[in-house]
DNA sequence: AGGCAAATCAGACGATCGTCTGACACCGAG
DNA sequence: CTCGGTGTCAGACGATCGTCTGATTTGCCT
């Protein structure tokens, strides 16, 4: 029922790809239909209306991270070792963080100017990470109420450290920073 | 010879409130003729297109960015002092930045996925901070390269405080991150 | 083979975008 | 009083936006 047809998954792939890299607002039926090889025609079918489309975008994103998320619980045989891989997935991202910044991230920041709606879809992702990380950090010991705090404090230097990179379009900055996160993370987790 | 008319002075402020609030893209010259009050025939009268308005802008910020500077070095008296009014100055800020996130990084991010000329302009208004920062790191010992990493890092944290305050509109968030990073500058300046 | 819903597609629609033109108001110099 | 330049303003322009309609094709069921 979520997925219908071929072309409604090559639709929300090619949204997906373009409204990362080129932005929302900034990318039109126009781009979307030329990338997905579907005429605009169709788009209407599918999705009723642009922001409709970005919901199913994000919706993707949703599943996908939260299928991640699982696959990192199950393999991770400590915390730390979960904490770690986190890092590492962002580290594994780092040129298409330089170039488009963080997907999540920069769509919050626009879409925080209007569109309460959509905002809240966006940071439904978001949340996927702050809890998942903020279990992990229950496990290595930490209260309940901190180990949240530890959590958007490692998601705020992840997204800071990508703000400055893509500013800059500076790969060796981020992994600096990502390794001068992982050191603070061990300073967290004492073995 | 850069502010020949007081219109022209409008435009301007007004132009950055509300790039600043609603995004460069977002804000059309209707927007902006309504806020100014000041047709829209008159804007190309002073810009002849509006990247160049959004040049004007980025210019007036960067003056006022790099007067405050100027002021927070002759009233710092030790180094400590400046580090930590920089902090101070984003505290001071707070509810905007929840509100908007920071008017600098977020412009980065929206102008990050095109323009490059101008987004040269908007890393220039955060250089001054950088080099601003990087002098005080200096004038702490550290040697030249790691005040820049510094620096930067500062700025990384900042950065991706506001973001995350932006995107869940937490004030808390970000008073409270930025008490850590004040922490974490006494540690990299020993008294 | 025939029928019918699902899916596809071309193109038109009004609205709005950034841009530009040309006429008009103001004002000090001659 | 006149002139010329600086600044002001209303409105038109083509392009492009997101949206929608209607006709057409596809593919499954009997």
Redesign the interface.
């Known amino acids: 029922m979520s997925d219908r047809t071929e072309s409604r998954g090559r639709i929300i792939a090619s949204a997906r790809r373009l409204f990362y ?3 929302y ?2 990318t039109s039926y126009a781009d979307l239909a030329a990338a997905a090889g579907v005429p605009k025609g169709n788009f209407y079918y599918h999705f009723k209306s642009k922001d409709e489309l970005l919901g199913a975008v994000l919706e993707a994103r949703h599943a996908d991270v939260a299928a991640a998320l699982d696959t990192w619980a199950a393999q991770a045989r400590t915390p730390q070792e979960g904490l770690r891989r986190f890092v590492r997935m962002v580290m594994s991202e780092e040129e298409a963080l330089v170039a ?2 963080c997907p999540v ?2 769509l ?3 879409l ?3 569109r309460d709606d959509l ?1 809240e879809a ?2 439904a992702v ?1 949340d996927l990470y702050v809890e998942w990380l903020t279990a992990r950090f229950t496990e290595l010991g930490h209260p309940a109420r901190h180990a949240e ?1 530890l959590a ?2 490692l ?7 990508i ?2 990179a ?3 379009g500076d790969q060796a ?1 981020l992994r ?2 990502l390794k ?1 996160i992982e050191a603070w993370l061990s300073e967290q987790a004492p073995t």
């Open positions: 890299e080129a932005g607002e900034n488009y910044g991230g920069s919050l920041t626009e925080g100017k209007h905002r966006a940071r978001m705090v958007k404090r998601l705020a230097r992840a997204q800071g450290a703000v400055m893509h500013a800059y900055l600096r920073e001068d």
